[in-house]
């Protein structure tokens, strides 16, 4: 199993379950579930990793705080190696609203007071120790980072979830690119994502800038992958949606697990599709991810035992009120 680290900002999310989301002037709402949990893009994608049974490390900054201290607790029950994490400020926090008649989320969030990781805390040896790196943004550690893990003959993997100058710019340095159905369709053009006629030729484009795998992902309608394979469109699966928060993300961690595992590029966004279809069934990113045994069960068999998620829920709903 090849090693995973990732370099990012890990938040602390209170998710709050609305009856409806209000739209109107002094509108009220009835809330009818709540969770402290963790978020952050390549965070919750490391959780995903670790419940899956991969082995990852975080680096970066985290709050000194009463949330830093969950996050940190959080990583270790998912097994990460959190020995480069560094502790300063408040932690990035935010709310997330989340509905049954919408069925997406709206974000109010609360930047870090932790000091800029800089290139000195950067500690080569161990992160040239791992195989894949996984980025969510274009930023000077990021090239930087990426520079030491192919020194080391290692991967860089890349979380597109909104589009940037810079991640273009960047590009060439990525060999695992996952965007979102947003960033497709910034670059091909609103509504594009529509179209699947054209999804090889438009991976092909994004392909030849220098990624060796590249994935979009389209909901529930499932994710395309282009690589040195070929061509492969994995379907979505149907599920009873509760929550699409984390679910991008929880796909790059069950993709990258994937890959660390030996899967191939499309068989590996097959498993993807699966681990975030059944991360959507449990309130926040991180109360459903399912282990590799019970993902591998829902693929063949459309179900699975559930005993993990009301475990994990009951873990969530815990913090804060004590």
């Known amino acids: 199993m090849k090693k995973i680290v990732a370099y990012g900002t890990p938040f602390m999310d209170f998710l709050v379950g609305l009856d409806h989301l209000p739209t109107k002037k002094d509108e009220g ?24 049974g991969g082995i990852a490390s975080m680096t970066g900054m985290i709050g000194a705080d009463t949330y830093g201290d969950f996050l940190l607790d959080d990583f270790h029950y998912y097994h990460i190696d959190t020995s480069h994490m560094i502790q300063d400020g408040s932690n990035a926090f935010s709310v997330v609203l989340f509905d049954p008649v919408t069925k997406g989320r709206n974000i109010l969030g609360r930047p870090s007071t932790s000091r800029a990781y800089t290139l000195e805390d950067i500690d080569p040896a161990f992160i040239a120790s791992h195989d894949i790196l996984h980025l969510e943004r274009a930023d000077e550690i990021s090239h930087r980072l990426a520079d030491i893990i192919h020194e080391a003959g290692g991967l860089v993997a890349f979380d597109g979830d909104g589009y940037s100058d810079a991640t273009q710019a960047m590009l060439p ?7 979102s159905e ?70 790059h961690g069950a993709y990258l697990f994937a890959i660390a595992k030996g899967m191939s590029p499309a068989d590996s966004a097959q498993f993807a599709n699966a681990v975030a279809a059944l991360k959507c069934t449990g309130i926040g990113g991180r109360s459903a ?20 998620f009301e475990q994990k829920r009951l873990r969530y709903e815990s913090f804060g009120s004590n």
């Open 29 to 52: 709402a009835q809330i009818r579930q709540t969770s402290w949990q963790g978020g952050g893009k390549v965070a919750s994608a490391l959780a995903a990793v670790g419940q899956l």
């Open 173 to 179: 340095k990525i060999d695992i690119f996952i965007g």
């Open 182 to 251: 947003f960033y497709y369709n910034t670059l091909f053009g609103e509504g594009a994502s529509a179209d699947s006629s054209k999804y090889e030729q438009n991976l092909a484009s994004v392909r030849a800038l220098g990624p060796k795998i590249t994935v979009f992902t389209f909901g529930d309608k499932g994710s395309a992958v282009l690589s040195e394979e070929g061509y492969y469109f994995a379907p979505g699966y149907s599920v009873e949606v509760v929550d699409t928060v984390g679910a991008g993300d929880v796909y």
């Open 289 to 308: 991810i399912p282990n590799y045994e019970m993902t591998i069960e829902f693929m063949q068999t459309g179900t699975c035992d559930r005993t993990l």
